[in-house]
């Protein structure tokens, strides 16, 4: 077979040469990727890399014998660092316990360019320099087949272990396995990757395929997206980095493909919050009973944390564990990149689960403590207003001063300035796009006394001035997932979320231009369709109509009662709380007409509240009061998916899916490219 020309930048060196030690840019370093795979650097990385190891006196060592203290390079755009003394490798944002290894390649294996491992190609490097340094070599690179040398004597020999290397001409090496009918024999050449151990050897190439230089250097990093994990981190410590790994990795396949032509990139960072906290200690484990211990160890494990969330003891501690370790991220991640904030690097979050509703509570400031404060407040309000017997008021004058003695007391104990009030989480980053997949927010909002209101903005849940654009992502069969735009504007629960393209999909309509439909279109327009719509199977670009369900009545409504169930025990302090300070702007009069349209859903699909919502016959939604963005986008079924299995799988699926990568990469990099326009609208 052909072999692969070895590129050499900007013309490369003559066809003739001598043989030299190999240059910087002729080696290439490697990290391992899996067992059997080491994964080549790209060759800014590999040169940095090699200059590093040569300044450590690794090429041939200093004079006094000293080797050079050498900063760790840093590699893979930026999430890694190489310790060259000790060969290893390791993230910087994050907790690995495992090193990386990584490895110097001098001689390659024909093919697969898979290098040699490092003590055998030293061996080979430094015979043949000893044996052919000066001489001059003819690069056989440019030949379509390599020339047989079977029955061709070898000009040198080198011994190794298990193998040895013959020498037919200067640039004519190959290996040799010495027991090439054996099973250890046969277990080494699969490693080397070797196609077959055949009579003929295997070829050895000195000096990688492709020369490194400085210009093959990853992008400018304009985006950091935040990844924060859910429930469950405690039971699987190192899977947010697994599945922010996943996505990452999904994402640069999606830039490769639909995004090549750009100059910046976005980067994926994960955010383990979980792991750091101690919050009831062991008390939990310890009240545990015996019986179905697994289950129920992986219960305390998972679902724990939602009931530790809800508790007014625990609360605090799990967002203040999140708050830091997002501000330590960005910290650590403008001291290593000083150019990010100059050039306007922007930041989103991807929050998966109950991470969507610890990270909402952070960006708002949500404390259900300070509320408690200002209703207590509130009443004393009330009570000043009222008439009271003697009695009355000097019990209440006794309950104020001893109030007073009790937050001087607290003032001094803690130190604070304010009393029992806490000041607001506060990130040291402006949040451009918050991703919600898989997320009970809305319900944990509903509770808290959120109620629809009549101005189509996002400001009703997220002001913009916090968060530029929240967006909800989940599969239809998520138990957990539930939808945010019937909280703004209540029509919208009848109107269909905004189904997520396919990843392959040719010259999809942006979603900005996507119109709003219903999820139950009007009998009119059913009945004359019915014939076409029933002999009519579901294509890859359209998603089947279905008949409107309410929460409870899928095949999800267990997994969203206990949600249900659990987010209500944060209603502790009473419905009159949430309720009191929910963030609504329904006056008592549509809040009543908003009850009525609820009872008549089921009587007539498109009557919600008064008026009824104008309609065409086509389904779609005619102008009327409408969301500002839509917020509510939905995954496509497959159609060959099972809903009862999805129901399972659904609410993990996110973090591979290259319909989701596309989606986060394609709102991002647009509002990269309008304010890239608009900024050379300004110079002209």
Known sequence: SALPERRRPGGGRPRYEVVRELGAEEVRW????????????????????????????????????????????????????????SAESYPVYWNQTEKIPVMRGQWFIDGT????????????????????????????????????????????????????????????VYLYSDATTSKIARTVTQKLGFSKASSSGTRLHRGYVEEATLEDKPPQTSHIVFVVHGIG???????????????????????????????????????????????????????????????????????????????????????????QELNRLYTLFCSRNPEFEEKGGKVSIVSH????????????????????????????????????SYEEQRLLEELYITKQRLREIEERLHGLKASTIAKPPVLKFKVENFFCMGSPLAVFLALRGIRPGNSGSQDHILPRTICNRLLNIFHPTDPVAYRLEPLILKHYSNISPVQ???????????????????????????????????????????????????????????????????????????????????????????????????????????????????????????????????IDFELREGLVESRYWSAVTSHTAYWSSLDIALFLLTFMYKQDQEETDKSNLDTI
């Open 113 to 172: 360019w898979q290098p040699l491992e490092e003590e055998e190609s030293n061996l080979i490097e430094q015979e043949h320099l000893n044996r052919f340094k000066g001489q001059q070599l003819q690069e056989s690179f440019d030949m379509e087949v390599s020339k047989p040398v079977d029955g061709k004597e070898a000009i040198h020999s080198l011994k190794l272990s298990r193998n040895h290397v013959d020498w037919h001409s200067v640039d004519e």
């Open 30 to 85: 490697f990290y391992r990727e899996d067992r059997k795979t080491w994964k080549p650097f790209i060759g800014y990385d590999s040169l940095r890399i090699e200059l590093a190891f040569r300044a450590l006196g690794g090429s041939g060592g200093g004079e006094d014998g000293e080797p050079a203290a050498v900063e760790p390079v840093c590699v893979r755009s930026g999430l890694y660092e190489v310790d060259v003394a």
């Open 500 to 630: 997520i393209h396919w990843y392959n999909t040719a010259n999809p309509l942006p979603y900005e231009h996507m119109k709003p439909s219903f999820l139950n279109p009007t009998k009119e327009a059913t009945s004359a369709a019915d014939s076409e719509s029933a002999s009519a199977a579901p294509s890859p670009t359209t998603s089947p109509v279905m008949v409107r369900r309410h929460y409870g009545e899928s095949i999800t409504n267990i997994g969203k009662a206990s949600i249900l169930g659990a987010a209500s025990i944060g209603k502790g302090l009473g419905g009159m709380l949430f309720s009191r300070f929910g963030r609504s702007s329904t006056t008592p009069q549509t809040m009543e007409t908003g009850k009525e349209g609820a009872e008549g859903e089921d009587k007539k699909a498109t009557t919600v509240g008064t008026p009824p919502l104008p309609h065409s016959s086509s389904g779609f939604l005619e102008p009327t009061v409408e969301l500002e963005h839509r």
């Open 353 to 388: 689960s109950l991470g969507c509703v610890i990270t909402y509570d952070i960006m708002t400031g949500w404390n259900p403590v300070r509320l408690y404060e200002q209703l207590l407040q509130k009443e004393e309000e009330e009570l000043e207003d009222r008439w009271m």
């Open 233 to 323: 981190q405690k039971m699987d410590q190192g899977r947010i980095i697994k599945n922010t790994a996943m996505m990452r990795d999904t994402a640069r396949k999606v830039e490769e493909k639909y995004f090549s032509n750009l100059a910046t990139h976005v980067e994926f960072l994960p955010v383990e919050w979980r792991s750091k906290l101690t919050l009831d200690g062991d008390t939990v484990d310890s009240i545990t009973p015996d019986k179905v211990r697994g289950l129920r160890d992986m219960l305390n494990s998972s679902a724990m944390d939602i009931m530790y969330y809800t508790s007014p003891l625990y609360r605090d501690e799990l967002v203040k564990g999140l708050q």
